[in-house]
Structure formats: C-alpha cells, structure tokens
C-alpha cells in the first residue's frame, strides 16, 4: 500500500547538510584549481601514497622518491587534499539518502529516482576528480568535473524542494499565458546558462582568464587577433601536463572574448526572462526573477572585477560560486514549471 505521509526527517536533514557540503566543495575546488593546486597530489584518492599530505622530512622524502616528477609543496597538497575530503564526506551523506530512499520508495511522491540519479552522478563526479589528476588537468575533463559540480548542487536543491512539497498541498502556479511559452523562455535561459558555464570552465581550464587585462577592450583592441580554431579545439590530446595552459596567446583571447561576449548576451535574456516572470501573477515567480537578475548582477560584477584588478582570488572564487548559484536558480525555474505536481490556474 502506498504511503501519503511527508518526507522522512533525517532524510530532508541529510539533504539539507549534503547542500551545504555541496557549496563548500565548489569553493574549495575553485579555490584549489585558482592557486595550481590541482595537482598537488600526483595520485588519487591519496598523497603521495598516503591519506594525508606528507608532512616530516622523512615523508617528505620518501614521496619524493616515489613520485620523482613531482615535487612535494605541502601547503598545495593540503588545498588539494582538503577539496577531496569534503568530496568524500558528500559522497558518503548522498549514499545515505540513496540507500534510505528504498525503505521509503512507495510513498506518493517520493523522489526514490531522483536520489538515485544524484548518487549516479556524485559516483561520476568521483570518477571525473580522479581523471583530473591522473590525466594531468586535461581541459575537457576540468570543465566537466566543474559543470558537475554544479549539476549536483541543483540536484541537491531540487530533490530538497521535493521533499518539502510531500505529504502537502501544492498551490497551483497562477499565469497569465499559456505555461508552455514560459517553459520555453525558461529553457532557453537554462541552455544559455549552461553555455556560458561551459566557456567559464574551459576559460579557466585553458588559464585564459587574464588574456585580456583591461575593459572594456582587450589589451587595447576592440577586437584583438584571435586563433577560435585553437581556442576551442575539444580534441586535445592526454599526455602533456596542463597545469599553466598549453594554448597561445590568440587562442587564449579567443576564449576569454566569447565569454564577455555570451555575458553580455546571457544579461540581456536574463532581464526579459525576468520581465516575463514578473509580468505573472503567482508571487513565487516574482521571487526567482529577482533573484535571477540579482545573481547575474553581482557575477557580471565580479567578472568585471576579476578583470580590472587581475584575478584576485577571493573574487575570482566568489564569480565560480555565483556561477552555480545562478545555474542551481535557472534549473529551480525550469523545475517548477515543468513539474507533473505543478498544476497551473490561468488568469
């Protein structure tokens, strides 16, 4: 017989905990790609062989033997070996709420697939960190270990909304148009999102971010020679360490100058796509329009910053975290509208 009780408790609190571990594993890997520590353990899941960092000068250098090509920088090791705790500690909560969703798969509305899909994805994630250091930072896997991240931070929200909906009512959204117009704005908004994502991601995977060092030009010139052919060549090859970036100069302002470009076009949408939200009755699409235009403010903010001052880190840090934390609202939007528990009253 099927359940209609609310979500279990420790389940909504193991979700609730595994967001905000989530949160400090996208700073901490941002952290640590941002002060080259992304290979400040030559080998995974250990340090030089260990769980921890080698610390006493005979461990130190029996890493170094073991591990010749790579020199021990303590201080990197710990950035690097910190990230991966706080991943494994995510891992662990996500499996919890995996393994605990079984007893509790036939309550009405129960999310038991979305639970599994998330541990799915946190395996993956797992895999991804592993591939970073053993394939020595190769591009492609860099951007996808960090778009992950940002998959599971908006799995993570989205199963905790779930939660909270079981065992209650949920009020019909209340819309002036038919809902599938809005869903298509949403969905737009989601793909541009997640382009822009991506030349973030393969911006810092490639070291372009300081390419360009002035604004609203790039180095002077309105539009400096460029190498796009190189810039986004997906086909590089495993081998050579990319710790520092492989590409040229052209290429590297390729990459930088599409991704001003696709913020300037991703703020555009983001303020119609609000319009349209406000231009709705329902209060709770007021809300995540202005929280959308205030996220995407500050990170074109923060962009402008990370330029004008050459990086800092603190700034460059929180432009990731605002990243996620506007691609975690464009999924809620898309969520919410195009839910089966989402029922629509027309106005």
């Not at 290979?39 to 030089?48: A, I, N, Q, R």
């Not at 991804?128 to 992950?148: E, I, N, S």
């Not at 790039?218 to 086909?235: D, H, I, K, R, Y």
């Not at 590089?236 to 590297?252: C, F, I, K, V």
Request: with cysteine; proline share 4%.
């Amino acid at each position: 017989m099927i359940g209609i009780s609310g979500a279990p408790g420790w389940i909504f609190r193991l979700t609730l905990l595994a967001l905000a571990v989530v949160c400090c594993v996208i700073v901490l890997g941002s952290w640590t790609r941002l002060v080259d520590a992304g290979l400040g353990c030559p080998d995974w899941p250990g340090c030089y062989g260990n769980l921890v960092v080698p610390q006493t000068a005979t461990e130190i250098q029996l890493a170094q033997a073991l591990y010749p090509g790579s020199p021990v920088e303590v201080e990197k090791g710990w950035m690097e070996m910190i990230h991966r705790y706080f991943a494994t500690a995510l891992g662990i909560l996500i499996l919890l709420v995996a393994l605990g969703s079984w007893v509790y798969r036939r309550r009405l509305y129960y999310p038991f697939k979305h639970t599994q899909l998330l541990l799915a994805v946190v395996l993956l994630q797992g895999a991804f960190g592993a591939w970073t250091v053993t394939w020595k930072l190769w591009p492609q896997v860099v951007t996808a270990h960090l778009f992950g991240g940002f998959i599971t931070a908006s799995l993570v929200t989205i199963l905790l909304i779930r939660l909270a909906r079981m065992g209650r009512l949920v009020r019909p959204l209340r819309i002036r148009q038919t809902r599938g117009s809005l869903r298509i704005w949403a969905l737009v908004g989601l793909l541009l999102t997640i382009e822009q994502i991506f030349l973030g991601g393969w911006m810092s995977s490639n070291y372009a971010a300081m390419a360009c060092s002035d604004l609203p030009a790039c180095n002077g010139q309105w539009w400096p020679a460029m190498n796009f052919a190189e810039g986004f060549n997906l086909s590089q090859t495993l081998g050579p360490n990319y710790l520092g970036g492989l590409m040229d100069g052209e290429a590297r302002k390729a990459i930088h100058m599409m991704h001003r470009l696709m913020a300037v076009l991703l703020g555009i949408y983001v303020l119609l796509l609000a319009r349209k939200l406000w231009q709705q009755p329902d209060i709770r699409l007021h809300i995540i329009a202005g929280v959308l235009v205030g996220l995407f403010s500050i990170q074109f903010g923060l962009g402008l910053a990370n330029v004008y001052w050459h990086l800092p880190l603190p700034v460059a840090v929180a432009h990731n975290f605002g990243g996620a934390c506007l691609f975690v609202n464009m999924m809620v939007l898309n969520y919410i509208l195009f839910s089966r528990r989402t029922k629509v009253s027309y106005e």
